[in-house]
């Protein structure tokens, strides 16, 4: 059976066909040896063999209202699976980076994924896997997109073309969506009524669209037009010193992260001539797998994602550095009203407004949520500790990994991970909203060296 997607991958692939970059991911790994053709043909067999990975892909529904489904994709795409020859010097390799993120690989069109692989001139190689969020959020990727063999080895996997799922499940699928999206319509239905009546009575229901209003009525305005193209940069930092540098300000890893990122976006902003100088959202996805059992909730079969996402609201202004006193309390206040939030949506049923939205036609409830969770201004992921299997090709160990996220209609995204001693971050950016003072690699250079952090840029 070819299972459907969730409403997450669901809504990414809505988001590769309405935006000009759809949401993706990657992972760029570095190595100091040169890793022989055989071995990369042996890993990609490894890859699209992982049903948790890379060996699916998205099918359209025959049945009007069903939801895509996942299919078995066991073939290496010659196209999508590249290895170059020739070294490269840093200026190219730097290019060729910038153009492999700009990329848009797309399950429901092709396999949604890329690999390249391209020595340097130094006798090492740098690997560039590249990915649809639809495969999943980051904590996925580590966990299950790169996980070595015997993790998914029970999972069962043919090598027969895609096949379209049966129709009786599609038609199972849509009864789901109906009986929802009734119920949910139907008790918001009854909240208002009741609201009309008592205006000083407002349910449950009712008070969780509060939020989703306000996000509605907000119009991200910005000085230039968005476009296809994507840069980074991508830096190595010692774990002691970063911690300790943090400390040193009154915050932990995470907020200066977080400081480092809302800096970048002030640059950007100032660098365009930007009038409307609002404050600064962040966008900060939160696990809160670790927080179900502590609120005795268990997770919402309807999804398998266990990432929920908070907003930390940082001022405008100039780049400020020193005292991190203020991010760290909006970082605070963030994650609780995720908590909160959390809490109250498990608690019972979903609220009634995600159901009803099942009776909308897939693309129109998926724009609307995106649109709620693109009213931010950048996004900043910390996938904590990277465990060492994502970083192993055959007996090569990669010295450095990097994950990967592109901005959508945001200024910029920021990933942290930490491997072994070190810390690597990666911030990706549009081009066109940089503005002209400046690279993204300069100006993140630029803030390292303001917070007295020593970095090594790949």
Known sequence: ???????????????????????????????????????????????????????????????PGARPRWAPATKVPAWAFRIREEPVGDDELAELIDDEISQQPDPLRNHGWRFLAVPTADGGMIV????????????????????????????????????????????????????????????????????????????????????????????????GALSSRRVIAL?????????????????????????????????????????????????????????LSQLGLSLQPRSASTIVASVVELNAGAPRHGDLGDVQAATKVAVEAAIANLQQAYSHRPPGMVDAMQLLPNS????????????????????????????????????????????????ISGTFGRQGDTSTLSFVADPALLGPAGTLRERVAAEFDAWGVRAEFL
């Open 1 to 63: 059976m070819n299972p459907p997607l969730d409403d997450h991958a669901a809504m990414y692939i809505t988001a590769s066909r309405s935006r000009l970059h759809p949401p993706c991911l990657g992972l760029i790994q570095r190595f100091d040896t040169v890793i022989a053709r055989e071995t990369f043909d042996a890993h990609a067999r490894d890859l699209v063999s992982n049903p948790l990975g890379m060996g699916r892909r998205v099918v359209r529904a025959s049945v």
């Open 128 to 223: 560039i896997n590249w990915t649809n969020h639809a495969f999943g959020d980051a904590r996925s990727m580590l966990q299950s997109v790169f996980a070595p063999r015997e993790v998914w080895a029970s999972e069962s996997v043919t090598d027969s073309p895609v096949q379209r799922p049966a129709a009786l499940e599609e038609l199972n699928d849509v009864a789901v969506r109906l009986r929802s999206g009734v119920s949910g319509s139907l008790r918001l239905g009854r909240e208002a009524a009741a609201a009309l009546w008592k205006p000083a009575r407002r349910g449950e229901e009712l008070a969780l669209l509060k939020p989703t209003v306000e996000a509605l009525r907000r119009r991200r305005s910005h000085v």
């Open 235 to 291: 830096a190595r930092v010692s774990n002691s010193e970063w911690k300790q540098v943090a400390h040193a300000h009154g915050g932990v890893s995470n907020t200066l992260f977080l400081a480092m990122l809302g800096n970048l976006i002030r640059m950007s902003r100032r660098a365009r001539g930007e009038v409307n100088d609002s404050e600064l959202r962040l966008l900060l996805p939160i696990d809160v797998s670790r927080f």
């Open 364 to 411: 129109i409830a998926h724009r609307f949520a995106l649109r709620v969770q693109s009213d931010v201004d950048g996004v900043a992921s910390n996938v904590g500790p990277m465990p060492r299997h994502i970083g192993v090709i055959g007996d090569h160990v990669a010295t450095d990994m990097f994950l990967v996220a592109t901005p959508s209609h945001t200024d």
